[in-house]
């Protein structure tokens, strides 16, 4: 059991909490969820969400690491790359190179520390598929790196739930709150915390899309989606862009 009074999530889209929404349409995701368990039972553990959606690594960096290393929390969450990835040039060996150098930065605080692998996407749009050789390249250098600072690991890749396409959002890009309730088990799961759940649990058998019905659905995500990402791109707009952050500040999770 872990003895921290306080929590800090670093990160994009997928620590802030995409498209995991509460109620009144604010994201929650798998790090409100694991803020919550640890807290059960914990009076006066704090609890801070730096992740802006859209962020690169060098962003996360300038913009979230600084304010990580002034709250000097217990736990903290590392998740960044991602966006870095799909960019159309990326070096994956300069890439880790930051990514050590930073989590190198996070480690001196005295936190406990984990990140993330990357999704296995296999089973994906063959666009998106066509990542999949870069993220296992990024993941064994991150799987290094987080030896190398004594980080735990939590892996994504080897989750089959979230390598069925049914744990994606309408953009594929974001995980269904289903999804992120699992990513809080794993998580927690390998903080030895106790969990109530398995996050290992198959996905319910679900009627079978026709094939008329998948192109259909392909074509409205290019349109809806991977054309508009890609126009953003080349006019140098982010998804981030006017977002901050959801709880900038070390608050109980009843505050802020």
């Given at each position: ?57 060098d962003q996360i960096v300038d913009d979230q690491l600084p304010i990580a290393e002034r709250l000097r ?51 994906m749009h063959p666009l998106i598929r066509r990542l999949r050789g870069r993220v296992a390249c990024f ?118």
């Amino acid at each position: 059991m872990g003895s921290w009074n306080s929590f800090v999530a670093i990160g994009d889209s997928f620590t802030e909490g995409l498209d995991d929404w509460r109620p009144d349409g604010s994201p929650r995701g798998w790090a409100d969820r694991v803020a919550e368990q640890i807290a059960a039972g914990r009076p006066g553990f704090r609890y801070a969400n730096l992740a802006v959606r859209g962020k690169l690594l060098d962003q996360i960096v300038d913009d979230q690491l600084p304010i990580a290393e002034r709250l000097r929390p217990d736990l903290v969450a590392f998740c960044a790359g991602g966006n870095d990835l799909i960019r159309f040039g990326c070096d994956t060996d300069d890439l880790a190179r930051r990514f050590d150098d930073a989590l190198g930065r996070i480690a001196a605080t005295g936190a406990e520390v984990f990140i993330f692998t990357g999704f296995d996407l296999g089973r994906m749009h063959p666009l998106i598929r066509r990542l999949r050789g870069r993220v296992a390249c990024f993941n064994e250098s991150m799987r290094a790196i987080a030896e190398r600072h004594g980080s735990h690991v939590v892996d994504l890749w080897g989750m089959a739930p979230l390598a069925d396409p049914r744990a994606w959002g309408p953009d594929r890009l974001h995980l269904r709150p289903d999804a992120h309730r699992r990513v809080a088990l794993r998580v927690l799961e390998t903080l030895g915390q106790p969990v109530s759940e398995d996050w290992r649990a198959p996905v319910p058998d679900g009627d079978p899309m026709p094939w008329r019905a998948r192109q259909a659905d392909d074509l409205r995500w290019m349109r809806e989606f991977a054309v508009p990402f890609v126009r953003k791109r080349i006019q140098g707009r982010r998804t981030g862009d006017g977002f901050v952050p959801k709880r900038p500040d070390l608050l109980p999770l009843d505050a802020g």
